[in-house]
């Protein structure tokens, strides 16, 4: 598999599980779309989002780095930080 597939696939596993921490469609969220103006996201969602993340792929993400995940490729970028999986 490519990087370039390897990312989509991770992206496709980050909309899934984000999408449903946000209550819409995966096909709503767009990979640039911001969590709090486009999808209404709130503090609460946004700490549960961290929380699924961690359990899924067993890292820990400090709090501190919520504020960087506005959208799914912040997210992708700070889950490959904390992983160390090539971006």
Same mark, same amino acid.
């Given at each position: 598999m490519t990087?370039?597939a390897? @990312?989509?696939a @991770?992206?496709?596993?980050? &909309?899934e599980?984000?999408? $449903?921490v946000?209550?819409?469609?995966p096909?709503e969220?767009?990979n640039? =779309? /911001? +969590? *709090?103006n486009? !999808?209404?996201?709130?503090s609460?969602r946004?700490? %549960?989002?961290?929380? &699924?993340? $961690? @359990?899924? !792929? @067993?890292v $820990?993400?400090?709090? =501190?780095?919520?504020?960087r995940?506005? /959208?799914l490729?912040a *997210? !992708? $970028? *700070?889950?490959?930080e +904390?992983? /160390? %999986?090539? *971006?």
């Amino acid at each position: 598999m490519t990087a370039a597939a390897t @990312k989509e696939a @991770k992206l496709e596993e980050l &909309r899934e599980l984000i999408s $449903e921490v946000l209550e819409i469609e995966p096909e709503e969220l767009t990979n640039d =779309g /911001n +969590f *709090v103006n486009e !999808y209404e996201a709130d503090s609460l969602r946004a700490i %549960e989002i961290l929380a &699924r993340l $961690e @359990k899924k !792929y @067993k890292v $820990e993400i400090p709090q =501190g780095e919520l504020p960087r995940m506005e /959208n799914l490729n912040a *997210v !992708y $970028e *700070v889950l490959a930080e +904390f992983t /160390n %999986e090539q *971006v």
